[in-house]
């Protein structure tokens, strides 16, 4: 199918209003000619600087010259239990966090997921045209649930990637900014949009994975034969993108290296000396290469302190920031609002589409 033969559909259905959107009263122009970027993230609490490096810094980045939706999926976070008061409280401060790290909502769709409906009527119709046997390959599933006695595996952390699949096919988007751990969910994505397609005619947009090279896989302080995650027990493994510089610098100082003293960028055998380095690469916005440079004839004491004080110093703006939206709840709310009614909006009008290809009545 043609790259926009969707957005030309929905220009048809929709002759006037598909290429705009409403923020703040304003209509505001959604430009056919540029590629969708869609990208979720879950409000589970606190990120870590894996989440920033990972995937929130590239978002940011992300915003020129593209169309940005940016969704806080908060219909993903109860595939786990939830505390409904904290789920909530989560959620603004996850977009507080989305509009620190420099999502700029005059360029960007922030919204959260159970805002716009159509994401879970769209699951729905991909439910019937998703396989069991597909899903129970995702490592991600298998994962999660291994801990899980099989008579109570929630129905809906099985289901969470044609949920994600929704989220993505629901705006025709081009690309899909994400962390390495999500090419598996991504892969079903196409594969559902393709057989739907084959199924019924040009229908979706079939979307992109671009996942990070640097930072993707940043590592545990303490453990570097594992990911950094802020679930670790040891609290010395990871680093929060909101905690305290001081925190921070003796989280570095404390990373776990090796015994030679040469500092060079060689994963397997100095899978600690080079998550530094990534890290450090990925603060300062300069190569893995150019860093080793850098720290040419130093010490480990030395990189340590100087990548902690890299990563405090990218961080800094952002804890300030986070600051300031977090004391204005009126305008978090309506930027959120704002990016809501867009993305309605647009999924509603897809989802028109894909009601009446599977056979829908409507009125
Ligand atoms: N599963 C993603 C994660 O855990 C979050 C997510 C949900 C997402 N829906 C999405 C990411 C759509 C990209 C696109 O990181």
Request: glycine share 6%; charged share 25%.
């Given at each position: ?5 969707l957005?030309?559909?929905i ?16 209509l505001?122009?959604?430009d ?5 970027v ?6 589970s ?7 920033y ?7 940011a ?10 969704c806080i999926?908060?219909?993903?976070a109860i ?28 360029k960007s769709l922030?919204f959260?997921?159970?805002?716009a409906?159509?994401?879970a009527?769209?699951a ?7 396989y069991?046997g ?13 801990k899980?006695?099989?008579e109570?595996i929630r129905v809906?952390l ?19 900014p994400?962390?390495?751990d999500q090419?598996?969910?991504i ?21 992109e994975?671009?996942?990070a090279e ?11 034969s594992k990911?950094?995650?802020k679930s ?6 990871y680093?929060l993108i ?5 925190s ?9 290296t090796?015994?030679e003293?040469e500092?060079?960028?060689?994963p ?7 998550n ?12 893995v ?5 850098q720290?040419?004839?130093l010490?480990?004491g ?24 977090s ?13 809501a ?15 009446e ?7």
């Open positions: 199918m043609g790259e926009n033969a957005l030309s559909n220009k048809a259905a929709m002759p006037e209003r598909r290429a705009h959107f409403r923020r703040f009263g304003t505001m122009e959604f056919k000619s540029r590629k969708t869609f990208s979720g993230i879950q409000p609490g606190e990120f870590s600087i894996g989440n490096f990972g995937a929130l810094k590239h978002w980045a992300m915003q020129e010259g593209v169309n940005p939706i940016y999926v908060d219909m993903h595939t786990v239990p939830q505390d409904p008061e904290t789920l909530r409280r989560r959620t603004l401060e996850c977009a507080a966090v989305l509009l620190a790290i420099g999502i700029d909502p005059d922030l959260i997921q159970s805002h409906s159509a994401h009527e769209l729905w119709i991909l439910n019937c045209f998703s069991m597909e899903l129970s390959r995702m490592t991600q599933f298998k994962d999660k649930s291994q899980l006695n099989a109570s809906g099985f289901d969470y990637p044609v949920l994600m699949a929704a989220d993505i096919l629901a705006y025709q988007t081009d690309i899909v994400v962390g390495e090419r598996q969910h892969e079903l994505t196409r594969d559902i949009a393709v057989r739907f397609n084959q199924a019924f005619g040009d229908t979706f947009t079939v979307p994975g671009r996942y640097i930072g993707t896989k940043v590592l545990s302080l303490s453990d570097p990911k950094m995650s670790d027990e040891n609290r010395n493994s680093v909101l905690e305290e510089p001081e921070i610098l003796n989280k570095f100082k404390r990373a776990v090796d015994s003293p500092i060079r960028y060689d397997k055998a100095k899978p600690g000396i080079s530094l380095l990534e890290i450090y690469a990925a603060a300062s916005g300069i190569s290469q150019d860093s080793v440079s720290f040419d004839g010490g480990y030395e990189l340590k302190k100087r990548v902690g004080e890299a990563v405090i110093e990218e961080l800094r703006p952002i804890q300030e920031k986070y600051a300031e939206f004391k204005d709840k009126a305008y978090v709310d309506s930027v959120l609002k704002a990016g009614d867009a993305a309605r909006e647009i999924a509603a009008s897809n989802l028109k589409i894909v009601q290809k599977v056979g829908f009545y409507s009125l």
